[in-house]
T-cell receptor, first 118, second 111 residues
Framework: GAVVSQHPSRVICKSGTSVKIECRSL??????MFWYRQFPKQSLMLMAT?????????EQGVEKDKFLINHASLTLSTLTVTSAHPEDSSFYIC??????????????FGPGTRLLVL | GQQLNQSPQSMFIQEGEDVSMNCTSS?????WLWYKQDPGEGPVLLIA?????ELTSNGRLTAQFGITRKDSFLNISASIPSDVGIYFC???????????FGQGTRLTINP
C-alpha cells in the first residue's frame, strides 16, 4: 500500500515556542492532505484539509493562526503549531489521498507525531 | 451531518475466536474503509470497499460493503494476539473530501 511518513515522531518543546511537523507521501502524489488530532482513547478529529497549492480549509473551532498548514508540493505538507502551550500537547496524525486510480478514494495515514509542550 | 455508529465499542475475546464489528449510518456512502490503530501509531488501512455488496478479504479479515450503502462490517477469523488494537470504520460520501469516522472498536484478546 501507499506510504505516508511523518517527522518528527515525537517532540518535546517549551511553552511559547513553535513546532513544525512534516508529512510526506513517499510513493504517490497526494492532491489532498489532512491533519488530525487525537486525544487518548478517542477517535480522530479532523483539524484541516489542504489541497496542493491552495489555502487549507480548517474545521470549526480550529484556529488557523495557531495551526499553520502549508501544502507546497504534491508530496509534502507541514503543520506548524505556533506559540505552543501545554493544552496543545496531543497526538497529531497526517493523512494523504492521491489522485491516481488506485489511491484516489483511499486515505493513508502517517505514523503520527506525539507533541508534549512543557 | 453524516455520522457513523460503530459497534461494539469494545470486545474481550479468547485467542482463536472470531470477531465481528460493524458500522451503520443514516447516510449513503460511496466508499467504506477499515483501519486498525495500534497504541502510539497512526491508523493502518486494512480493507477498502468501493461498491455496494462488495465482499473483500485480506488474510483472516473480511469486510463487506452493505447493499444499502449505509453499513459495513468487518470480520476477523481465528484471532491472534497481534489483532489487539482499535479498529475504525470510515466512510466517504461521493464528492466529499472528508472521511467520516466511527468511534472505534477496542479489541482485547485473552491468550
Amino acid at each position: 500500500g501507499a506510504v505516508v511518513s511523518q517527522h518528527p515522531s515525537r517532540v518535546i518543546c517549551k511553552s511559547g515556542t513553535s513546532v513544525k511537523i512534516e508529512c510526506r507521501s513517499l510513493d504517490f502524489q497526494a492532491t489532498t492532505m489532512f491533519w488530525y488530532r487525537q486525544f487518548p482513547k478517542q477517535s480522530l478529529m479532523l483539524m484541516a484539509t489542504s489541497n496542493e497549492g491552495s489555502k487549507a480549509t480548517y474545521e470549526q473551532g480550529v484556529e488557523k493562526d495557531k495551526f499553520l498548514i502549508n501544502h507546497a508540493s504534491l508530496t509534502l505538507s507541514t503543520l506548524t503549531v505556533t506559540s505552543a502551550h501545554p493544552e496543545d500537547s496531543s497526538f497529531y496524525i497526517c493523512s494523504a489521498r492521491g489522485g491516481g486510480r488506485g489511491t484516489q478514494e483511499t486515505q493513508y495515514f502517517g505514523p503520527g507525531t506525539r507533541l508534549l509542550v512543557l | 451531518g453524516q455520522q457513523l455508529n460503530q459497534s461494539p465499542q469494545s470486545m474481550f475475546i479468547q485467542e482463536g475466536e472470531d470477531v465481528s464489528m460493524n458500522c451503520t449510518s443514516s447516510s449513503i456512502f460511496n466508499t467504506w474503509l477499515w483501519y486498525k490503530q495500534d497504541p502510539g501509531e497512526g491508523p493502518v488501512l486494512l480493507i477498502a470497499l468501493y461498491k455496494a455488496g462488495e465482499l473483500t478479504s485480506n488474510g483472516r479479515l473480511t469486510a463487506q460493503f452493505g447493499i444499502t450503502r449505509k453499513d459495513s462490517f468487518l470480520n476477523i477469523s481465528a484471532s491472534i494476539p497481534s489483532d489487539v488494537g482499535i479498529y475504525f470504520c470510515a466512510g466517504l460520501v461521493q464528492g466529499a473530501q472528508k472521511l467520516v469516522f466511527g468511534q472505534g472498536t477496542r479489541l482485547t484478546i485473552n491468550p
